[in-house]
C-alpha cells in the first residue's frame, strides 16, 4: 500500500484481479485501477508522485516494475 502526500488516495494491491487499486480515502470509493496481469503476487509498492509514478515489487516473479502516468477515473 502507498498514500498520497496529502493523504486523500490509498494505493493497493488488488491480487484476486492482479490489479492496483486507488481508493478515495474521502467517499471510501475506488477512483482507479489498471491491471498488472504479470504479477501473481504483488509485494510492495511505492509511490512517486512528483513524477507521478507507482513502482510496484514483486515476489512472483521476482520483478520490479513502475506504471506512468498514473491516471485515475473522472
Known amino acids: ?3 498520497s502526500r496529502d493523504g486523500k488516495k490509498l494505493y493497493v494491491n488488488l491480487t484476486g484481479p492482479k490489479e492496483v487499486g486507488v481508493v478515495d480515502l474521502d467517499t471510501k470509493k475506488l477512483i482507479a485501477n489498471w491491471p498488472i496481469p ?10 512517486d508522485e512528483p513524477n ?23
Open 1 to 3: 500500500m502507498a498514500i
Open 52 to 74: 507521478h509514478r507507482l513502482f510496484i515489487a514483486t515476489r512472483k516473479p521476482p520483478k520490479f516494475s513502475y506504471s506512468t502516468p498514473i491516471q485515475e477515473k473522472s
Open 38 to 47: 504479470e504479477a501473481e503476487t504483488p509485494n510492495s509498492m511505492v509511490l
